[in-house]
């Protein structure tokens, strides 16, 4: 399949690995306040890479790089990802999935050896999040939290904290759904390149009103992390 940017060294989006990230285009939410809008409908300003050239940029950097990330858009809506993922593991590399789950049957297929679900909110506020795609969301998002839990696959869940989408409440939702998790992390909201404009304007939380959000995982017996400034 043909991908839409290469991020050719990175330390922070494979954890404890070091690793390049590949970019898919196209996916079937429209968050508003998405930072990667030119992977939703700018395709006209990227430039393409086919598979046979990042092979072969794989096997120059086999001795510098450890993993390989996948992310987007949703890369999981592209069936060919699944034989993507068997060439490049063949080579030697980790792979990790960013997914925000709504794909269930092909986060099945992908043999990765790491897998990153982003929870939007709780599911009573998932309509901000401009779901396109058909069917019972809620009922795939579950079925690819469970299977992520109980894959044995080494994992995180993720939000991204952003006011009026996320708040305590909808932490403590979450949660609920988590347990038996290795780690869920808070990501702090970017108020910028954001797909709807206007979100651009929303002051992110502060770092101590993530801290009381983390506080109700840890008391949920969940491990969590912050992640902010990036």
């Not at 993922?85 to 986060?107: E, V, Y």
């Not at 992908?110 to 929870?119: E, F, G, H």
């Not at 305590?168 to 347990?179: F, R």
Request: net charge neutral; glycine share 8%.
């Amino acid at each position: 399949m043909t991908y839409y940017g290469i991020q050719k060294h990175t330390l922070i989006d494979y954890p404890g690995e070091v690793a390049c990230t590949l970019f898919t285009y196209g996916c079937n939410f429209r968050c508003p306040y998405c930072h990667n809008p030119e992977l939703i409908n700018e395709k006209d300003k990227l430039t393409p890479i086919g598979i046979d050239e990042i092979v072969e940029f794989l096997k120059k950097r086999k001795k510098l790089l450890e993993g390989v990330c996948f992310t987007g858009g949703e890369p999981l809506m592209n069936n060919e990802i699944i034989d993507d993922i068997k060439i490049i593991k063949s080579l030697g590399f980790k792979i990790k999935i960013d997914t925000n789950g709504s794909f269930p049957l092909n986060l099945k297929k992908t043999d990765a050896d790491y897998i990153a679900m982003d929870i939007k909110t709780s599911f009573k506020k998932y309509h901000y999040a401009g779901y396109q795609g058909r069917g019972d969301l809620e009922k795939k998002l579950k079925e690819s939290i469970n299977w992520i839990i109980n894959s044995g696959i080494d994992h995180e869940f993720r939000t991204t904290v952003v006011p009026y989408m996320v708040d305590i409440d909808d932490i403590k939702e979450i949660v609920k759904g988590l347990k038996g998790t290795k780690k869920y992390v808070l990501s702090q909201f970017r108020a910028q390149n954001t797909l709807e404009p206007e979100w651009s304007e929303i002051i992110p939380y502060h770092l101590g009103k993530l801290e009381e959000m983390k506080k109700v995982v840890l008391d949920s017996g969940i491990k969590c992390e912050i992640r902010a400034g990036y």
